[in-house]
């Protein structure tokens, strides 16, 4: 069975740096891509950052040159988020998708205040 469990998230001021992780067991990241979504309130579901299984990385364009997707050994995926802004508040998700299916993880909650 997968499963994802984020942490890192909290409470930061505007420009300040936070770093999320995603912690993955029952795949191995070495062959699975995974992505890291957020949702503030009242907005839908967002991609931020997105690592390929070969390495290959991409992001949104809102978080392009502050946010670095990474990855530890074949288990976590990480989320390096610096120059915060309070437009990064929100909710965010790791993501998994294979054998067809979606996998996420419960969510950290990230706060960014002016």
């Known amino acids: 069975q997968v499963q994802l469990v984020e942490s890192g998230g909290g409470l930061v001021q505007a420009g300040g740096s936070l770093r999320l992780s995603c912690a993955v067991s029952g795949i191995s990241f070495r062959s699975n891509g995974a992505d890291w979504y957020r949702q503030a309130p009242g907005k839908q579901r967002e991609l931020v950052a997105g690592?390929?299984?070969?390495?290959?990385t991409n992001y949104a364009d809102s978080v392009k040159g502050r946010f670095t997707i990474s990855r530890d050994y074949a288990t976590t995926v990480n989320l390096q988020m610096n120059s915060l802004k309070p437009e990064d508040t929100a909710v965010y998700y790791c993501?998994?998708?294979?054998?067809?299916?979606?996998?996420w993880g419960q969510g950290t909650q990230v706060t960014v205040s002016s």
């Open positions: 993501h998994v998708y294979t054998w067809g299916v979606n996998y």
């Open positions: 690592i390929e299984a070969g390495g290959r």
